[in-house]
């Protein structure tokens, strides 16, 4: 994902290179096969780690699909026995020495055969938007790069298991309104997407492109990115009618496609999101209208419905992001795409957490919030940002004194999500009701706080009592 710059209601140009993003996975056949998924970045000092993270996506989501921005094997690892779908992204600076084939080779021994097949490796992303960096040594060897990559899948027998593909910014394309005109970007459009475009009929891969409807909206057009009722886009040419940017945008990639007689290549929706927080006064940016842009995303995607130009389909389609990542620079909105915290609690759910463990927080999912609601209950939490070794002293004292905390214990209704923070949560909350709630009972060496908003969810219920 990239910051924003000047732009037209439906591109934006490449300015950094993408860190992470948010998946939803989906295949291109009818909207029944759809699956989800989620781009998992790393660009943060306070992630839980990788194994954490697995069996939480597996055990309290329905996602079942990630993308990496790198080839962590750790992460790999972690992942492994887990059916879970992942792609892997190797940097744009390896680009130049994937073109020999010795090195290409070596990079799938050393990164790919360790772990597959256990971990369930489905496609290579050569490098992250190459065109927009505007490098020409990049963008010269970019499909040499995937050639070499591909033949050294061969000569290991992973080919028929693995694709090999490269993402793109909207930055590729002029001309896009209406979607009808768009074409790739002169120069590049024969050069280097043409044999692009070919190379990937060749091997059954798909293009790959990230659109950000975030990127593309102005004031006037907020309801055109965010699926509401407007006016909409007529495009006078075909004589179709766009309901949303989301639509223009695909069509447009489609149109500059077919342009170049490369419509039968299929389309994958690497990154698409919307972040929930922003810096001050920008519009169209918070919880609500974040957790509103994403499920309605999925909605489309799922439906089956397709675009105008593409009727009946559905698109493979990476939704940013898992985390918020505090690292990334940027402004405020790079930092805050995540579905969930570092801590696995949702920033707000759009309906990939389980029954089992789907939380009944209000539309911000702040459970950590100060005492502010009527509901004359109380419970103590743990606060924002208390250090993790402090909150796994509150565990050992409380559970230490003998109080029920089988809950927390691996099997139990609050187990998930397997974090510090959760089972210190639960642990202040015991100690907190046991002790009569007295609000000294919640100080816990200052880390923890008392809320009137219930942090139960699921099966996973927190004691509490009419003060």
């Given at each position: 994902?990239?910051?924003?710059?000047?732009?037209?209601?439906?591109i934006y140009p490449a300015n950094i290179i993408t860190m992470v993003a948010f998946l939803i996975i989906l295949s291109t056949g009818s909207?029944?096969?759809?699956?989800?998924?989620?781009?998992?970045?790393?660009?943060?000092?306070?992630?839980?780690?990788?194994?954490?993270?697995?069996?939480f996506l597996l055990h309290s989501t329905v996602i079942n699909r990630i993308r990496?921005?790198?080839?962590?094997?750790?992460?790999?690892?972690?992942?492994?026995?887990?059916?879970?779908?992942?792609?892997?992204?190797?940097?744009?600076?390896?680009?130049?020495?994937?073109?020999?084939?010795?090195?290409?080779?070596?990079w799938i021994s050393d990164h790919i055969q360790p772990h597959f097949p256990s971990t369930n490796i489905i496609r290579i992303l050569v490098g992250n938007e190459v065109i927009s960096t505007a490098n020409h040594l990049l963008i010269r060897n970019l499909v040499p790069a995937m050639q070499s990559l591909h033949t050294a899948l061969v000569s290991a027998s992973l080919h028929r298991r693995i694709q090999i593909s490269t993402p793109h910014?909207?930055?590729?394309?002029?001309?896009?309104?209406?979607?009808?005109?768009?074409?790739?970007?002169?120069?590049?459009?024969?050069?280097?997407?043409?044999?692009?475009?070919s190379f990937l009929r060749t091997i059954a891969s798909p293009f790959v492109v990230n659109p950000?409807?975030?990127?593309?909206?102005?004031?006037?057009?907020?309801?055109?990115?965010?699926?509401?009722?407007?006016?909409?886009?007529?495009?006078?040419?075909?004589?179709?009618?766009?309901?949303?940017?989301?639509?223009?945008?695909?069509?447009?990639?489609?149109?500059?496609?077919?342009?170049?007689?490369?419509?039968?290549?299929?389309?994958?929706?690497?990154?698409?999101?919307?972040?929930?927080?922003?810096?001050?006064?920008?519009?169209?940016?918070?919880?609500?209208?974040?957790?509103?842009?994403?499920?309605?995303?999925?909605?489309?995607?799922?439906?089956?419905?397709g675009t105008p130009l593409m009727p009946n389909r559905t698109f493979e389609t990476y939704i940013f992001a898992l985390f918020n990542e505090n690292l990334k620079p940027g402004p405020v909105s790079e930092r805050n795409f995540g579905l969930f915290r570092s801590d696995l609690i949702p920033v707000y759910d759009i309906g990939i957490l389980r029954p089992t463990v789907r939380a009944s927080d209000p539309p911000e999912n702040n459970?950590?919030?100060?005492?502010?609601?009527?509901?004359?209950?109380?419970?103590?939490?743990?606060?924002?940002?208390?250090?993790?070794?402090?909150?796994?002293r509150n565990i050992d004292y409380v559970c230490g004194l003998g109080l029920d905390c089988e809950p927390i214990i691996e099997g139990g209704?609050?187990?998930?999500?397997?974090?510090?923070?959760?089972h210190s949560?639960?642990?202040?909350?015991?100690?907190?009701?046991?002790?009569?709630?007295?609000?000294?009972?919640?100080?816990f060496d200052k880390t923890g706080e008392i809320t009137s908003i219930d942090p139960s969810y699921g099966d996973c219920q927190y004691q509490a009592e009419f003060v």
């Amino acid at each position: 994902m990239r910051l924003s710059s000047s732009c037209s209601v439906f591109i934006y140009p490449a300015n950094i290179i993408t860190m992470v993003a948010f998946l939803i996975i989906l295949s291109t056949g009818s909207g029944a096969d759809a699956s989800i998924g989620v781009n998992y970045g790393t660009l943060a000092n306070n992630l839980p780690p990788p194994r954490q993270v697995a069996e939480f996506l597996l055990h309290s989501t329905v996602i079942n699909r990630i993308r990496l921005f790198n080839a962590d094997p750790q992460i790999l690892q972690a992942f492994a026995h887990t059916g879970v779908a992942v792609t892997v992204t190797i940097s744009n600076d390896q680009i130049p020495h994937l073109t020999n084939l010795s090195f290409a080779q070596r990079w799938i021994s050393d990164h790919i055969q360790p772990h597959f097949p256990s971990t369930n490796i489905i496609r290579i992303l050569v490098g992250n938007e190459v065109i927009s960096t505007a490098n020409h040594l990049l963008i010269r060897n970019l499909v040499p790069a995937m050639q070499s990559l591909h033949t050294a899948l061969v000569s290991a027998s992973l080919h028929r298991r693995i694709q090999i593909s490269t993402p793109h910014s909207l930055g590729i394309l002029s001309h896009t309104t209406p979607p009808s005109s768009a074409r790739f970007r002169q120069g590049y459009d024969t050069h280097v997407l043409k044999p692009l475009l070919s190379f990937l009929r060749t091997i059954a891969s798909p293009f790959v492109v990230n659109p950000y409807p975030f990127f593309g909206y102005s004031p006037e057009t907020l309801d055109f990115a965010l699926f509401r009722t407007n006016p909409g886009l007529f495009d006078q040419d075909t004589k179709l009618h766009y309901t949303n940017m989301f639509d223009a945008q695909l069509d447009s990639v489609y149109s500059a496609m077919e342009r170049l007689g490369f419509s039968d290549v299929a389309i994958v929706v690497g990154e698409i999101g919307w972040p929930s927080k922003g810096d001050k006064d920008q519009i169209g940016v918070d919880v609500a209208t974040a957790a509103e842009f994403n499920r309605k995303v999925m909605d489309r995607v799922n439906s089956g419905t397709g675009t105008p130009l593409m009727p009946n389909r559905t698109f493979e389609t990476y939704i940013f992001a898992l985390f918020n990542e505090n690292l990334k620079p940027g402004p405020v909105s790079e930092r805050n795409f995540g579905l969930f915290r570092s801590d696995l609690i949702p920033v707000y759910d759009i309906g990939i957490l389980r029954p089992t463990v789907r939380a009944s927080d209000p539309p911000e999912n702040n459970r950590r919030s100060p005492v502010g609601g009527s509901s004359g209950k109380r419970w103590c939490v743990t606060k924002s940002g208390a250090e993790t070794e402090a909150l796994q002293r509150n565990i050992d004292y409380v559970c230490g004194l003998g109080l029920d905390c089988e809950p927390i214990i691996e099997g139990g209704p609050c187990f998930l999500p397997n974090t510090v923070e959760a089972h210190s949560a639960y642990a202040m909350n015991l100690f907190y009701q046991t002790m009569g709630r007295h609000e000294f009972d919640c100080d816990f060496d200052k880390t923890g706080e008392i809320t009137s908003i219930d942090p139960s969810y699921g099966d996973c219920q927190y004691q509490a009592e009419f003060v």
